[in-house]
């Protein structure tokens, strides 16, 4: 008798998460027949995402089963590859760390593991990894809000972001610098419900953005000078006596400082030099005096700055002195810290290395420039700081002079390219794993939904597969599914467990829909903390423009498609400027900076400021090194982030 044929089978959803670096860590069903996923959509059981995806999440499978994958280990050969067997390349990744190790000390070796996946058991075995190895010259800081990070530190000695469940009960929204409609999309319907009941909506931005076009507001202020405002609208606060005494009476520290900081400045001033009229500001300053509960939201615009620390600590004492600390609707929202809570105790334990720092924001001239000893070896995953990172001219350079470079990837990026060995990795339908955001506050699981492609690799697999080889003895073993158990303890004792987890998302007993509710601030003074000191950038001249690229919707990061790299990068400028310059819209030209140039095509558009040249999209076809190739090595003031928006381009005939 015939058996069933494989085609008789029922297709089978399977729950995962999305582990992309992107706030939302998405539910997603992922329905398999015959051992291939045929559909990948939204899970609706799930508080905050409610069953849909960004754009690219709805074409995931397009990326998962993209030709062009990585299914195999790869060692360079020439100038092309060769597929090696896992058994050689491991081999081979095993006898270079000991040789390098043994020969220099392990220092020499360079890790860079930034956030291109947001899975716990690959962080922890990595850093377990390198803590049994002797240690290692890591490459740290980042390339993101680490300025709002460091900021909210200080001020409130935590992050400030209230949950997107609580923004419902917002009466009034000021985004500064944070194009929400695109970075957090699953934020809008909670957005949109507040607005529904009456909440006005304002976009503090130099670019117009479209969380710009979907405002009742729009601010369109000079590049960084974020800072510089939120003094102006303090300033007006403080003269009407718009100010919440109570609050800075009973839960501040520092204010009188601040407020002479804040009197220093005349308005005018101010408003000249964030492009603003007075009669602007006074709006600014009118919604936060008079509509409570206001929710205040930062981003990369003012953070990506020198001084990107100080401006986000100006518009924290903002939303303090305006009494929209710690009660619901209100808050200071950068990132959520979703982890709250995990149990990472293993890592305590872990050997102490002899460890060391560059940062990943300079990471070509600090690549160059260690010594004692220098570096010979690198190993990158979760990045690529070749396209990702500032000036990757010299980012190219510093990591072309490592002796032996191991890149663990899923694709053939601009950093793999570089690579003596590149070793696949899985995506998060092939391997088990947890989730946690920083968008919201539920935790959830990648599953395993088919088996891992080719012969891909999970970065916990693989750190497990060198542990051995190395002689690290259990140290790094057990299955994912262990690991997690072991992660969720704390809160299986409040009862969400791995088996829950498996039906479905569950919020994080541990997390605080309202941070600060109890105005218990984990700072030394246990109060919030305002700034006392600021220097406002320089206000650049000599015909230069603020280089701006904004992220989009069909772009992660470097993560794009195929189809959706466009063919050339297009410079958008005010018209005013190609007229004053003599160009031509539609002309080709040199976009030019201290790090570099690139070959763009001009086009006129009313909306970009004067003082702005907008370099969208950021990646382009053939150039993988995209719109970071003109960025300068710029650090912010706190939290080794990397000050993205410094950088002053020209552009000249070609
Ligand atoms: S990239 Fe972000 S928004 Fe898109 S599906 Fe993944 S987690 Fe969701």
Redesign the pocket.
């Known amino acids: 008798m015939e058996g069933p044929k494989s085609s008789d089978h029922p297709p089978k959803d399977y729950r995962t998460?999305?582990?992309?670096?992107?706030?939302?860590?998405?539910a997603?069903i992922a329905t398999v027949k015959d051992g291939k996923i045929i559909k990948h959509k939204?899970d609706p059981e799930h508080g905050v995402?409610r069953g849909f995806?960004?754009?690219?999440?709805?074409d995931?499978l397009k990326r998962f089963y993209d030709p062009q994958r990585l299914l195999y280990p790869l060692r360079r050969k020439g100038n092309g590859w060769e597929r090696i067997s896992w058994g050689e390349a491991l081999d081979l990744v095993a006898e270079k760390l000991k040789y390098y190790r043994d020969a220099y000390g392990p220092r020499s070796v360079l890790v860079v593991n930034y956030s291109a996946i947001h899975s716990w058991i690959p962080r922890v075995l990595g850093r377990l990894f390198w803590s049994h190895f002797g240690g290692a010259t890591f490459a740290s800081g980042g390339l993101s809000v680490e300025a709002a990070h460091a900021a909210q530190q200080l001020d409130f000695g935590g992050d400030c972001t209230h949950e997107p469940e609580d923004l419902v009960h917002s009466k009034a929204f000021v985004i500064w610098g944070k194009n929400v409609a695109v970075t957090r999309?699953?934020w809008m319907p909670f957005i949109n419900q507040a607005r529904k009941a009456g909440a006005l909506l304002a976009a503090i931005d130099p670019v117009y953005s479209e969380m710009a076009r979907k405002a009742d507001r729009f601010y369109q202020i000079r590049p960084g000078s974020d800072g510089l405002l939120a003094i102006g609208v303090s300033r007006l606060l403080l003269e009407r006596q718009a100010v919440d005494e109570g609050f800075i009476a009973d839960h501040t520290h520092g204010f009188e400082a601040y407020r002479q900081l804040v009197l220093s400045y005349r308005l005018e001033d101010i408003a000249k030099a964030v492009d603003l009229s007075l009669d602007q500001i006074k709006e600014i300053a009118d919604w936060y005096a008079t509509r409570k509960p206001l929710a205040t939201f930062t981003g990369l615009g003012p953070a990506y700055w020198s001084n990107g620390g100080a401006m986000i600590r100006l518009v924290d004492a903002l939303a303090a002195v305006s009494g929209n600390i710690g009660i619901s609707g209100g808050g200071m929202s950068t990132d959520i810290e979703g982890a709250k809570g995990l149990n990472l105790s293993m890592l305590r334990g872990a050997p102490k290395g002899q460890s060391r720092r560059i940062l990943l924001p300079r990471l070509g001239e600090d690549i160059l420039n260690t010594k004692d000893p220098a570096l010979k070896m690198g190993w990158i995953a979760g990045a690529n700081p070749a396209s990702s990172a500032p000036d990757t001219g010299r980012v190219q350079e510093g990591l072309s002079s490592l002796e032996f470079l191991v890149v663990v990837e899923q694709f053939m990026s601009a950093t793999a390219e570089l690579a003596h060995l590149v070793l696949p990795c899985t995506t998060y339908l092939e391997m088990d794993d947890l989730v946690t955001?920083y968008?919201h506050n539920w935790i959830g699981l990648t599953n395993r939904v088919v088996p891992p492609l080719g012969e891909t690799k999970t970065d916990g697999e693989i750190f497990q597969l060198l542990a051995g080889r190395l002689g690290f003895g259990q140290a790094l073993a057990g299955e994912p599914r262990a690991w997690i158990q072991k992660f969720l303890e704390p809160m299986a004792r409040e009862g969400l467990t791995l088996e829950r987890l498996k039906e479905k998302a569950y919020r994080n007993p541990n997390a605080a829909s309202v941070p600060f509710a109890d105005r218990k601030f984990r700072t030394p003074s246990g109060k919030f903390e305002f700034i006392t000191q600021f220097t406002p950038g320089p206000i650049p001249g000599n015909g230069g423009l603020h280089l701006v690229a904004t992220k989009t919707l069909r772009m992660?990061n470097s993560q794009v498609l195929p189809e959706d790299v466009p063919e050339e990068p297009i410079a958008r400028v005010n018209p005013a400027v190609l007229a004053e310059r003599e160009f031509s819209e539609g002309q080709k030209v040199w976009v030019v900076s201290k790090a570099g140039k690139v070959r763009v095509r001009l086009a006129a558009d009313e909306k970009v400021r004067r003082d702005v040249l907008l370099l969208n999209p950021a990646l382009w076809r053939g150039d993988l090194n995209g719109v970071n190739q003109l960025r300068e090595s710029f650090l912010t003031d706190i939290g080794d982030g990397a000050a993205m928006h410094q950088t002053m381009v020209t552009f000249t005939a070609e």
């Open positions: 998460t999305c582990n992309r670096d992107c706030p939302d860590s998405c997603v939204g995402t995806l960004c754009s690219r999440g709805n995931y999309q699953h955001a968008g992660l």
